[in-house]
């Protein structure tokens, strides 16, 4: 059984005005998640600015995180790291706190051979019981795990049970399921092909545009399982635009402006992220009026 179905939010860290996690903002995020019908909650991902939390505030978020959900909807923690014995830490502690699954980055910088790639994530799944799930990011990480390593570690591994894919090669996504043969749960990593890899056998998608459109994200999904295809795809095609918005300076900056937009909280990042541009923020604005959001 997939650990999730459907529209799953990676979520953003609000911090205060003077960098620390905004704790207050964060659960009324979460509530609005849930309450509009968010599939799952990813916390601590590259949309959670996970990069620059201590490993005291990344395992506090969790936390916060998995107690403020409470069971109503799955909680998958981001625990990866290029370091395999951190990632193994956070995960073991992550696994202790109560999370229903882990999503794993990549190694960045130092990259490793697919041999490499596959011994790390070994390791780390091997140190838990709970699901995992790969993160194939190579935009960010500078190095793409292959269709033919996913597809060993999801049969090898009993608790590695598929991938998020943000490579953005639909040929090499289908490669990767008709090498699977159902052994890998699929997520889209990218809110603009959500339907195109749901066609392919996708469980759902991963999604920053859930932060903003909850409701509206879960829809494509849960229309293309009921079999609305061109339902699905209608949405997915309306939604283009302000998803075009959400990525036209680097995840998450502009986001983190449209919840602030939205009154979700504040708009803080934290360096090496700074504010958006005003002819950007413009155009930001101008799509969530346009699909309905703000």
């Known amino acids: 059984m997939a650990v999730f179905k459907g529209a799953g939010v990676a979520i953003i860290t609000p911090f205060c005005k003077d960098g620390s996690v905004d704790y207050e903002k964060f659960g009324e995020l979460i509530e609005f998640q849930v309450q509009n019908g968010t599939d799952a909650i990813i916390v601590c991902g590259t949309t959670g600015e996970s990069s620059t939390l201590t490993h005291e505030e990344h395992l506090d978020v969790i936390r916060y995180c998995t107690e403020k959900v409470n069971h109503r909807i799955p909680v998958v923690a981001g625990t990866g790291s ?142 293309f399982f009921e079999g609305d295809v061109e339902g699905s795809c209608k949405l997915q095609l309306d939604a283009l635009p302000l998803v075009d918005a959400l990525f036209c300076e680097v995840n998450p900056i502009p986001v983190k402006k449209a919840a602030e937009l939205m009154g979700l909280c504040g708009g803080t990042l934290r360096m090496p992220l700074t504010e958006m541009e005003p002819e950007h923020a413009a155009k930001l604005e101008k799509a969530m009026k346009d699909f309905g959001v703000l």
């Open 82 to 223: 290029n370091c395999t014995q951190t990632a193994v830490y956070l995960s073991k502690e992550a696994e202790s706190i109560g999370v229903d699954a882990l999503l794993l980055v990549t190694p960045y910088y130092n990259k490793g051979t697919q041999k490499g790639l596959y011994q790390h994530f070994k390791t780390i799944a091997d140190s838990v019981k709970i699901p995992v799930i790969l993160y194939n990011i190579p935009g960010r990480t500078g190095v793409t795990l292959q269709p033919e390593t996913i597809v060993s570690l999801c049969t090898d591994v009993e608790n590695i049970v598929g991938v998020k894919d943000a490579t953005g090669n639909i040929s090499q996504t289908a490669h990767l399921m008709q090498l699977a043969k159902g052994c890998v749960d699929l997520y889209s990593g990218e809110d603009g092909i959500i339907v195109p890899l749901l066609s392919l056998g996708g469980k759902g998608v991963i999604s920053v545009l859930s932060n903003v459109a909850p409701r509206q994200t879960h829809e494509i999904c849960s229309r």
